[in-house]
């Protein structure tokens, strides 16, 4: 992938807590990446706190950006 480059991640619902998101909200930021945004966090937060949601519903969608390559 070059600079600027973008690419969607899927994580499956089975393996977030594995990935490092614990629905226990307050650990749930010290592992795994960080969405910046109060949008993204509400969002996260909204699919991992739902208790009508089973795991295969609870799919993660990512698009990471490349914006720097360190030498």
Known sequence: MRQGGIRRIEVPGELEEALGYSR???ARYRVGPVPKT???KRALDFVL???TLRDFNRTLLFDVRLSNIRN
């Open 24 to 26: 226990n909200p307050d």
């Open 38 to 40: 109060f949008g993204g």
């Open 49 to 51: 706190d739902n208790k």
